[in-house]
């Protein structure tokens, strides 16, 4: 049941990362659909056919390639078709949606799974269908007007985009900790049971919803320092967490962590979006996107083993070296780019001086 359960998020990565190649030959459109086609084919496979484990294996390939192939594809089509602020608004409003189609997922696959647990795949037909004729009949074609004549896409990657996977890398390995141990916290503190964790999980969500309705409003004040909001918030809510006595305190930490990662990860793609060439954009985004997976499996690995290695291995103790780790790198992190930002004056009177006859 394990091979089954990672098989999705495997493939999800390798196909993430041949989709910007494929977005470099073949329409975003036709990719998304072919992606969303997957999911449904596995959703009426799984509600048919599910005598053997051999074919569950093929569908939970099925829903990784699917995955693997639209995911992508929504930052790919935003950075397409939308320019300068109202880019930054999707990218928080897709951050949002995501939240709350995690949600209706959860709820959706809960409810459908206790009538029998087949039933939990046509939780993809009736979710992912919708979807399809969206796309199928509300998005053009063709690439927006202000992309057209653009370069050619490259599948090089630059430091730009090696800059930016680090931070998503490093941001996603450090707020996994939270989505992987607030169930055993709960439990552990005695806080309330199996089900307190899950209404742990859906006030992160809803947190992450909040966050990204407001990451347009955050981005066009703060910029790049939304990355540095976004680190600082799920450093209090690790805290928070931490020192819970009561089950308020543990939602209001569960809210406060779960708006972080819709501040810091849409913050991420506007700011690669504006740096890298056109040529590189269609790579470098699938790239970043694909790594943020990355971070979420080494996660458990290198926490884990730090705090045990610390003398410690209670899950409470986790979220001390979570919050303890996300403060110095939100420290790091303002440093960084304040220094970034006045090296681009300087550059900027350079390039002047050197056209100057």
């Known amino acids: 049941m394990q091979v089954l359960s990672t098989l999705p998020n495997l493939f999800v990565i390798l196909i993430t990362l041949v989709a910007g190649t494929l977005a470099a030959r073949i329409s975003k459109k036709a990719l998304s659909l072919i992606g969303l086609c997957c999911m449904i084919a596995a959703g009426i496979g799984g509600y048919l056919f599910h005598s053997s484990m051999g074919i569950l294996y093929i569908y939970a390939i099925l829903i990784g390639i699917g995955m693997g192939l639209f995911s992508p594809m929504v930052a790919l089509l935003i950075n397409e078709r939308f320019m300068g602020p109202k880019q930054g608004q999707m990218l928080g409003l897709q951050t949002s949606f995501n939240n709350l189609g995690a949600i209706i997922l959860s709820l959706l696959s809960g409810f459908l799974g206790a009538v029998a647990w087949h039933i939990g795949y046509l939780t993809y037909v009736i979710v992912v269908v919708p979807i399809f004729l969206i796309v199928a009949f509300c998005l053009p074609s063709k690439p927006s007007q202000q992309q057209e004549g653009g370069g050619v896409p490259s599948t090089k990657i630059n430091g730009t985009v ?16 939270y989505a992987t141990n607030v169930a055993m916290f709960t439990l552990e503190t005695g806080l309330g049971s199996a089900a307190t964790a899950g209404i742990a999980n859906s006030i992160a969500l809803i947190g992450g919803i909040f966050g990204g309705l407001i ?30 006595t009561s089950l308020t305190l543990a939602l209001v930490a569960a809210f406060i962590a779960g708006a972080s990662i819709s501040l810091f990860m849409p913050q991420v793609m506007t700011s690669a979006m504006q740096e890298l060439a056109d040529e590189y954009k269609t790579m470098g985004l699938s790239i970043i996107a694909t790594f943020g997976s990355l971070g979420a499996f080494l996660s ?12 410690d291995t209670s899950v409470k103790f986790r979220f001390l070296v979570g919050g303890i780790v996300s403060l110095v790198l939100t420290g790091v992190l ?14 900027s009177k350079t390039n002047k001086r050197e056209v100057v006859p």
């Open 162 to 177: 090696i800059y930016y996977t680090v931070l998503c890398v490093i941001f996603i390995m450090v707020y996994n900790v």
């Open 215 to 244: 990451f347009g409003k955050i981005t066009s004040r703060a910029g790049k320092m939304t990355m540095v909001a976004g680190m600082l918030l799920c450093c209090i809510g690790f805290l928070l967490t931490y020192i819970s």
């Open 300 to 311: 458990p690995i290198v926490f884990t083993n730090s705090a045990a290695a610390l003398g």
């Open 334 to 347: 303002a440093l960084l780019l304040s220094a970034k930002k006045k090296r681009l004056p300087l550059r």
